[in-house]
């Protein structure tokens, strides 16, 4: 099963990546944060279209 | 007379080839001087269907340092601005390290509120990551970092709707000679 996690830099996600190791996620606290499908950007930091919010649509009824 | 042959066949080595899945580092192997690189994206991720839904997400980055990056596939936009679209079923996963994009819940019989079929319309799944080769000169013993991006998150199932499917994941391929 793969880990996936977001990586952020200036309160922005840059990267999503795969399977780092936890000595890595541990040396660089609040850099890479795991996550799942489904998962909402936190508020304040940019998702940069990584994870997208949800958008109402319009009916063509 | 004598010939010569430049550069000179070195019939004494081996070929080797691995992929990288996982981790963030890869020592170079001794009397390794020159590599080949292949690094593949991350899929985008496939939209998900009906009222509020979401769209997919870009597929991630893949790096390795020296080479050029692989960018992550788009994903699926949302573009139901004009369709509502209802009755999409989930489609088949996305197999780990392709960078293929994840299907849209559309692309398995998903239809519009008025009852047309909405199957064929672009685009229904996220976009492949990109494929980037690259030749590196590389010392044996040293540390080279690469990342794998991710596959694009699923887009979420509005009302009446369901979910996207992720992309895969991309990997880095590398081939040498020792």
Known sequence: MEKLFAVIENNKVVNVVINVEDEIVAENPGKYIEYTNGWTCPDGVDDSDFFPKPVKVESAQ | MGT????????????????????????VPSNVTQINVTLVGG???????????????VGGTTTLTGATSAVGGNGCVNYFSVFTVQNGATGAASTPNTGKGGLSSIEYGGASSAGAAMTGYQPSRGEDGQIITSTLAVTPGNSITYSIGAGGTAGSGGTSGAAGQAGASGRIDIEYWA
């Not at chain 2, 430049?6 to 899945?21: C, Q």
């Not at chain 2, 899929?43 to 997400?57: D, E, L, N, P, R």
């Open chain 2, 43 to 57: 899929g985008g991720g496939g939209a998900g269907s009906g009222t509020s839904s979401t769209a997919g997400g």
């Open chain 2, 4 to 27: 010569s042959v430049f550069p000179a066949p070195n019939t004494s080595k081996t070929s080797y080839k691995l992929s990288l899945t996982s981790g963030t580092s890869w020592t």
